[in-house]
């Protein structure tokens, strides 16, 4: 089963255009990350927020967590044709080992 | 660096055979992991390995083999190939902090007939 579950699962946006997308998750975690995939590519690491954290900024990109809520969201600000692509929430447990659960992701349409 | 590969990028088989998938990291990285997505998800876990000799089961591990005999290696083997497995298979591998980034490869896509 999926830890986190993204809403929406698409969003079509006008280039220039704010993109929010959330993520929802179950059990407690130690952080959680989000990643952007392009057709037929292998994921990329976009930002990490540890669970003491409330919000991080990386470029765009604003990530938001409220662990009394179990949720989510990545912001892109004034979003370009480049960032069409499928964006995916990831939670890491802590526990030992790799175990990064992945959401169903939101596929995003940055349309020129 | 190279970062993550994986070989084939693409493969086709039929219901039986049986297949490695190959993942290879030039970062020195201690963890390791493959992953399955299937059309409009995400990817699920299938085996995961915290150093070399050392492997462990994911959320989806029946039908698949790994190991893990060097720190840059970690091949996916399948069994006996079934329709259910046709997906694209994901390597990642990541330092031992806590809080790194997992690297990951380009994919191989996997048709089973």
């Known amino acids: 089963s999926q830890q986190g579950e993204e809403d929406p699962q698409a969003l079509s946006i006008q280039e220039g255009e704010n993109a929010t997308m959330n993520c929802s998750y179950k059990?407690?975690?130690?952080?959680l990350q989000w990643y952007r995939q392009n057709s037929g590519r292998g994921l990329v690491h976009l930002i990490l927020?540890?669970?003491?954290?409330r919000e991080k900024h990386s470029g765009r990109l604003r990530v938001t967590l409220d662990t009394s809520k179990k949720s989510s969201s990545l912001l892109i600000t004034a979003s370009r044709a480049a960032d069409t692509a499928s964006y995916f929430c990831?939670?890491?447990?802590?526990?030992?080992?790799?175990?990064?659960?992945f959401g169903g992701g939101t596929r995003v349409l940055v349309k020129p | 660096n190279a970062g993550v590969t994986q070989t084939p990028k693409f493969q086709v088989l039929k219901t039986g055979q049986s297949m490695t998938l190959q993942c290879a990291q030039d970062?020195?990285?201690?963890?390791m992991s493959w992953y399955r997505q299937d059309p409009g998800m995400g990817l699920r876990l299938i085996h995961y390995?915290?150093?070399?000799?050392?492997?462990d089961q994911g959320e989806v591990p029946n039908g698949y083999n790994v190991s893990r005999s060097t720190t840059e290696d970690f091949p996916l083997r399948l069994l006996s190939a079934a329709p259910s497995q046709t997906s694209v298979y994901f390597c990642?591998?990541?330092?031992?902090?806590?809080?790194?980034?997992?690297?990951f490869g380009p994919g191989t896509r996997l048709t089973v007939l």
């Open positions: 990642a591998s990541r330092g031992t902090s806590g809080f790194n980034e997992q690297f």
């Open positions: 970062m020195n990285h201690e963890y």
């Open positions: 990831a939670t890491d447990g802590g526990a030992a080992g790799n175990k990064l659960t």
């Open positions: 059990t407690s975690i130690n952080n």
């Open positions: 390995s915290v150093g070399a000799g050392i492997t």
């Open positions: 927020i540890r669970s003491n954290e």
